[in-house]
């Protein structure tokens, strides 16, 4: 089972990176709290303090077209917040 499935990349998680040292994953919606925490020391060789998970339900859309009424919506995921311990970093962008 693969645990993290892509890093958050948005203006809110990367201030929170720089100044708190927290970092955000889209996760497997099975995987726990220990899990995750194992794979991110595992990948990206820092030490985690805490980790902190939710689960993001799915948007509702309607539109309103010639044919009708559409709706849709989106999927939902897990998110994982990761706290990594003082003085040790996770650079996303090293290797493209």
Same mark, same amino acid.
């Given at each position: 089972m693969?645990?993290?499935i892509k890093p958050?990349?948005?203006e809110k998680a990367?201030?929170?990176a720089e100044l708190n040292n927290r970092y955000g994953f889209v996760v497997n919606p099975q995987a726990n709290k220990v899990e995750i925490k194992k794979?991110?020391?595992?990948?990206?060789?820092?030490?985690v303090t805490g980790v902190r998970t939710m689960n993001v339900r799915p948007d509702r859309k309607t539109r309103y077209? =010639? +044919?009708?009424?559409?709706?849709? =919506? +989106?999927?939902?995921y897990k998110k994982?917040?990761?706290q990594v311990a003082e003085g040790d970093t996770i650079d996303f962008y090293n290797n493209i």
């Amino acid at each position: 089972m693969n645990i993290l499935i892509k890093p958050i990349i948005t203006e809110k998680a990367t201030a929170d990176a720089e100044l708190n040292n927290r970092y955000g994953f889209v996760v497997n919606p099975q995987a726990n709290k220990v899990e995750i925490k194992k794979a991110v020391e595992a990948v990206y060789g820092v030490s985690v303090t805490g980790v902190r998970t939710m689960n993001v339900r799915p948007d509702r859309k309607t539109r309103y077209t =010639k +044919t009708g009424i559409q709706t849709g =919506k +989106t999927n939902a995921y897990k998110k994982a917040i990761v706290q990594v311990a003082e003085g040790d970093t996770i650079d996303f962008y090293n290797n493209i």
